[in-house]
Every structure is written in structure tokens, then in C-alpha cells.
């Protein structure tokens, strides 16, 4: 719900947000884990909706964007759903990462409060992994999207296959299918999918 400042020991930006949702495990991952985003995060996900046809044709990048942010909105817009929570991001950064940076800023500010900060941009995860490292008392890690799953997976809420699948998709859905984007995707993600999954898709 926007405004409680409840923290989640998960954060996590718009894109990664987007892309989960996107995905058959969204509901799941509503059901098992607990997640907080910030403001800045949550209006780049209401402007989506607002600024997408909802008509967009299937497979298009519209069409994803809209049904990907109203469905990722759902659980921070449940009054009764306290494991979803809107923290409020002081200052607020502006600009085209501002959810990346309404991200870090938060992290700097209660950095305890963090295990994983979950989102797809390279110089935005190294950027937090140093805020991380250079706080002694700290032990999170900024980790690409599908992180997100495996969080899922490794608490037995779905099965290897369903996993590597929802990577797959996952992958396939937002183009992240260049190499450097593979790589960073898999990244510390202890699972062979090679049954599953098309080398194209695994690192």
C-alpha cells in the first residue's frame, strides 16, 4: 500500500517488476515472498498503464508494459495484502533512472533493512553492490530479475522445470537475450536449465 514504510528485505525496480509479473509464477510469488518497491518505482508503473494501450497487439512491447505494470501494481494496491509495501524515497530522484536510483538511494538510507535488491541494469546493480560492500555490516546483494524466481524456487514453491520455463519466458519477453544480458541474467543462479531450456537462452 503506498505510503506504509514497512521494509521487505527484497526490493525491487520497475523493470524487474514488469518482467516478473509477466510471468506464470507472478501469482505465486505474490502468495510466498515479500517485496517492497519505492514510490518512485510505483509511479513509473501507473504511468505505464496510463501511457499503454492496454489494445496493444500481443508480443508487442506496449501490450507488455501496460498488462505487466497493472498486474505487478495489484499486490501494492491490496489494502489486506501487507507483504507488498511502498516505501517513500527522500530525495526523489528524477529522470530516466529514477527507479534505479530511488532504489539505491533507499538501500544507502537503511541498508540493514536489505538482503537483495533486484533489478536488470548492469551499472545500476554495481552501483548498489559497491553501496553493499562498502558497508561493513551488510550482506545483500543486487541480483538481475530472475533472482527472483529462484527465491521462489528455492523455497519449494515450484519445481525446476517451472522455473527454468518462467526464466525462459521471462527472457524471451523483454529481449534479454544478448550475451552480456544472459549472462548477467544467470548470474547467481545455482540451477542448470540445459534440460529445459535452448542454449540460446542459458549462460
Not at 46 to 60: C, I, L, Q
Not at 81 to 96: L, Q, Y
Not at 181 to 200: G, K, M, N, R
Request: proline fraction near 5%; aromatic fraction near 8%.
Amino acid at each position: 500500500m503506498v505510503g506504509d514504510e514497512k521494509r521487505h528485505p527484497i526490493i525491487v525496480d520497475t523493470d524487474a517488476l514488469i518482467a516478473v509479473a509477466d510471468t506464470d509464477l507472478w501469482e505465486r510469488i505474490v502468495e510466498t515472498l515479500q517485496i517492497t518497491t519505492t514510490n518512485v518505482c510505483y509511479q513509473e508503473l501507473s504511468r505505464h498503464v496510463r501511457e499503454n494501450s492496454e489494445y496493444a497487439p500481443e508480443g508487442t512491447r506496449e501490450r507488455r508494459l501496460h498488462h505487466g505494470s497493472k498486474t505487478a501494481l495489484k499486490p501494492f494496491n491490496d489494502d489486506g495484502n501487507k507483504s507488498f509495501t511502498v516505501v517513500t524515497c527522500v530525495p526523489r530522484p528524477h529522470g530516466k533512472d529514477a527507479g534505479e536510483k530511488s532504489l539505491q538511494t533507499d538501500i544507502e538510507q537503511n541498508i540493514d533493512q536489505y538482503h537483495f535488491a533486484i533489478l536488470m541494469d548492469k551499472h545500476g546493480r554495481r552501483s548498489i553492490n559497491r553501496v553493499f560492500d562498502d558497508a561493513n555490516t551488510a550482506t545483500g546483494r543486487a541480483v538481475a530479475p530472475p533472482f527472483l524466481l529462484y527465491l521462489l524456487l528455492k523455497k519449494d514453491e515450484c519445481t525446476v522445470e517451472e522455473f527454468c520455463k518462467a526464466c525462459g519466458e521471462m527472457l524471451r519477453g523483454e529481449g534479454w537475450t544478448g550475451y552480456q544480458a544472459i549472462q548477467a541474467a544467470w548470474e547467481a543462479i545455482p540451477v542448470d536449465c540445459s534440460q529445459y531450456l535452448p542454449t540460446d537462452l542459458l549462460p
